[in-house]
């Protein structure tokens, strides 16, 4: 501090406008940083339209292809017998259709009758995806995407069919098109120094690269590339990633779809160096830097000049406000406002910019906070496995992100007719459910706001006395209103609390569309759609767990199964969609009848199998023997007409008593069932006759 005190006045006023001015600067250079992020954004949108025309000229090249093919399918000497049509192809198609590697004729079930190329094979194509679908569409059809190691270039098939005059197809006419000229469009896209263009498949196929001059092309060398899992990963047809490729550079990737079929898919990127694909955004960041490096300096030497005319006092106020922020204080203030002259204007500039700079920090603080809790909550989320738990950590986020705002989060009814209040927070003033009509939100389909000061309509799902302020935010996904946002806050209309709004409802609508989605899609994989009884896959894995439950806990399980009578000629006497009728109403009346533990599973056609764990043989016979008594009692009608009544035979037989094992067991209750449809109508539980042979049987 002596020696700060003993340098000149001028010297002084330099080190105090550099402390003014440094926070400034920095603000600028983060404007210049978000200015070097837009260029990078920019220069990852060009790549992205120039894989964009790349596709679309590889498409058109496909297109005028197959609009050549079907010419040539229709050409009248195709109209004639198969073997002129064979003479004909063989004769003409080499000179006049250079583009195709090979051209062959197959007839309309698919056998090839004929090439241009004589050492080709006549292969069977009826399974291929281009005769599939020129078949289908009657249409010129393309197939997947091949590479033939022989000639080292890619090529695809495309089908056109070959109609008679009365516009019937009488054979297909294939061509093996070569895919060379995918290599000449890297020229036409004046590509920068080292960067690639290359087209591969979902299984990591290579098939075009240029440059290529490692031979990659027609090998899998970047199966396990990161660029080839995130193309494949990814839903969206399109992306630009920053990624290491497979050659060990760091690029910038841009890739699009430009095939797709159940089986295959097939990309077209390009891989820029990141340094030169961000060469123009570096530049003019550092030149940005290098600009305000020069103004502060300039700004310090016009300050070293005018010192002279400047106060001491002011200027210490001004050096010790600097040195507060400076230091983090950004409560400093100068409260020079008032004073006259350059030094009070700067005084009171400082004051305005350390105020913004400290609103700016607390914004950005306030941010910061709720990013990371909403990453928290969405971590939460996702391990969630029911609904309840997913409500609970709405709960738990929502008071620590609304910590002044009572709320609450509707869900729709499964009914789908009106919504209910699942969680809440800080008693808000809402009724627990209400009709769609009654809420604004769910009639607009978007935010909903009600201010302070306004005058905007309430919604009916607000108790009286009504808050000052609310919003309710719909949680949509994908068209689909799943339920109702509702937050209350007298400073709302002020606040920027909406986008945190958004943010947490679409968080929450996410979450719990996945979840209905897996819990749709595990009913589905073990229920059967017919009945909704379990299917047989889902039988088997309960019955290796019943029978290992059974061995650890010493009890019996026991399994009946069933057989309706007659089906048979019950479908041909009222048709099948009575037995479909027949089949869910047998099906209802077994789970009607089931206990807690009890599994009625539907096991093939009209054979249905009942899982009785921890019951013994003797009741399971009376089981059985309830459930021929509710079948005979079954009454069904379709379309106003009754159906005939119907009886089943039953099966019962018991773990360990008749077999070590389920798949035994099982057999055994099979066998009985065969003896009880010798007379049909009736029960029979395995007995030691048919345990003797069942013994002799191999345990699977």
């Not at 600067?25 to 790349?54: D, G, I, M, P």
């Not at 050492?119 to 997947?144: C, I, M, N, P, Y």
């Not at 603080?365 to 496995?385: F, H, I, P, T, W």
């Not at 009890?598 to 009785?612: K, S, V």
Request: proline share 4%.
């Amino acid at each position: 501090m002596k020696l700060f005190q003993r340098v000149s006045l001028a010297s002084r006023l330099v080190v105090v406008l550099f402390l003014v001015l440094a926070p400034l600067f920095t603000l600028l250079v983060f404007n210049s940083y978000q200015q070097y992020l837009s260029q990078k954004q920019n220069a990852r949108e060009n790549a992205a339209r120039l894989v964009r025309v790349l596709k679309a000229a590889h498409g058109q090249t496909i297109e005028d292809a197959k609009a050549v093919l079907k010419s040539m399918a229709q050409l009248p000497a195709f109209q004639g017998p198969e073997g002129h049509r064979c003479d004909f192809l063989r004769a003409e198609f080499p000179h006049v259709f250079p583009r195709y590697s090979d051209i062959m004729l197959a007839t309309a079930t698919g056998k090839t009758i004929c090439s241009v190329s004589a050492s080709a094979e006549l292969d069977d194509v009826s399974s291929r995806q281009f005769f599939q679908e020129a078949l289908k569409k009657r249409d010129v059809g393309t197939g997947s995407y091949r590479f033939d190691p022989i000639t080292g270039t890619p090529f695809v098939l495309l089908g056109a069919p070959v109609t008679n005059r009365q516009n019937k197809m009488e054979a297909i006419l294939y061509a093996s098109l070569s895919l060379a000229n995918v290599e000449a469009l890297p020229p036409t896209a004046q590509l920068s120094q080292d960067s690639v263009i290359f087209v591969f498949d979902s299984t990591g196929l290579i098939l075009a690269r240029y440059p290529d001059p490692e031979g990659w092309k027609g090998t899998r060398r970047i199966a396990d590339a990161p660029i080839i899992r995130a193309a494949v990963n990814n839903l969206a047809d399109e992306g630009i990633l920053d990624l290491i490729g497979a050659d060990g550079v760091q690029r910038m990737f841009a890739y699009t779809k430009i095939y797709k079929t159940q089986a295959q898919s097939v990309f077209l990127a390009t891989g820029v160096p990141a340094d030169v694909a961000y060469e123009s955004a570096i530049a003019s960041f550092r030149n940005d830097l290098l600009l305000l490096g020069a103004t502060l300096l300039l700004v310090l030497g016009a300050s070293w000049a005018g010192s002279k005319r400047l106060i001491l006092r002011k200027l210490r106020r001004l050096e010790a406000v600097a040195e507060r922020i400076k230091n983090g204080d950004l409560a400093a203030r100068t409260e020079m406002r008032r004073s006259a002259g350059e030094i009070g204007q700067l005084g009171a500039a400082m004051d305005d910019m350390a105020q913004s700079i400290q609103g700016r920090i607390q914004e950005l603080q306030r941010y910061g906070n709720e990013l990371r809790d909403l990453k928290e909550m969405s971590d939460a989320m996702q391990v969630c496995a029911t609904q309840d738990e997913v409500l609970a950590v709405v709960r738990q986020f929502a008071l620590r992100l609304f910590p002044q705002q009572p709320g609450t989060l509707y869900l729709l009814h499964a009914s789908g007719d009106h919504y209910e209040s699942r969680t809440s927070w800080r008693d808000p003033a809402v009724k627990a459910d209400f009709l769609p009509q009654d809420c604004w939100a769910v009639r607009r389909g978007k935010m909903y706001r009600v201010e302070a000061t306004g005058h905007e309509p309430r919604c009916h799902h607000v108790d009286d006395p009504p808050p000052s302020s609310y919003v309710c935010v719909p949680l949509v996904v994908q068209g689909e209103m799943l339920g109702i946002l509702h937050l209350e806050n007298d400073k709302l209309s002020h606040s920027d609390e909406q986008p945190l709004a958004v943010a947490f409802a679409e968080h929450a609508a996410l979450t719990l569309e996945n979840l209905k989605l897996t819990e749709k899609l595990h009913a589905q994989a073990m229920r059967d759609g017919l009945t909704g009884l379990f299917n047989r896959r889902f039988m088997e894995e309960s019955l290796l767990r019943e029978t290992r439950r059974a061995d650890r806990n010493d009890t019996p399980l026991s399994m009946i199964m069933i057989d309706i009578d007659h089906f048979k000629r019950f479908n041909d006497t009222f048709g099948h969609p009575a037995g479909d009728a027949l089949l869910r109403g047998v099906g209802k009346m077994l789970q009607a009848e089931m206990r807690g533990s009890d599994l009625a599973c539907r096991y093939g056609g009209e054979e249905f199998t009942i899982i009785l764990p921890g019951t013994p043989l003797s009741s399971a016979s009376e089981i059985a023997e309830k459930l021929r008594d509710k079948a005979q009692a079954l009454e069904m009608a379709m379309d106003g007409r009754p159906l005939d009544r119907i009886t089943i035979s039953l099966g019962v037989a018991s773990y360990p008593q008749h077999g070590d094992s389920w798949e035994a067991v099982l057999h055994a209750a099979d066998m009985a069932l065969l003896k009880a449809k010798t007379t049909r109508n009736r029960t029979v539980t395995y007995g030691i006759a048919e345990l003797e042979i069942h013994k002799r049987i191999p345990r699977r």
